[in-house]
């Protein structure tokens, strides 16, 4: 399944080849950050949330920027790509008893990343609906 979505929304033509799990209790949080690990920027990285919902932020490059918040529910995806890969995002909280995916709660993120370059790096993005873009879908 975790291909499929990557299949469907990374509009990346290399697979993903890491799979980082966050696990997120009641009062969690993670601060603003850039995913900075990987050799390949031009590959998007894939995030989904099941479980709780969370209080998800997203800016721009500078750790300064400007921030917009999005509410993520069980089963959303957000794809950071094109211009949006390395821009500071983060979870401000965790809204405990949104969902009873996980009997005692919390949150779970699916992290779905290229590691190395892939065949098609570099080639930038391969239709109008692959340009730069920071979306969120429901999956």
């Known amino acids: 399944m975790l291909l499929k979505v990557w299949r469907e929304l990374a509009g990346y033509a290399d697979p993903p080849e ?3 799990i966050n696990f997120y209790a009641a009062g969690a949080k993670m ?13 998007p990285v894939v995030s989904i949330s099941l ?3 969370c209080l998800f932020r997203v800016g721009g490059h500078q750790r300064s920027a400007p921030t917009q918040a999005v509410r993520l529910s069980s089963g959303d995806a957000v794809v950071l790509g094109g211009e949006a ?3 500071f995002h983060g979870v401000d909280r965790i809204y405990p008893g949104t969902s009873r995916l996980l009997p005692e709660g919390g949150r779970i993120n699916l992290t779905l990343r290229r590691v190395t370059r892939g065949a098609c790096a570099g080639s930038g993005p391969r239709s109008a609906a692959e340009a730069p873009h920071a979306k969120q879908q429901r999956i």
């Open 18 to 20: 890491a799979c980082l």
């Open 51 to 53: 479980g709780d919902a």
């Open 85 to 87: 890969r390395l821009a």
């Open 31 to 43: 601060g603003l950050h850039q995913d900075r690990d990987e050799l390949d920027f031009d590959a």
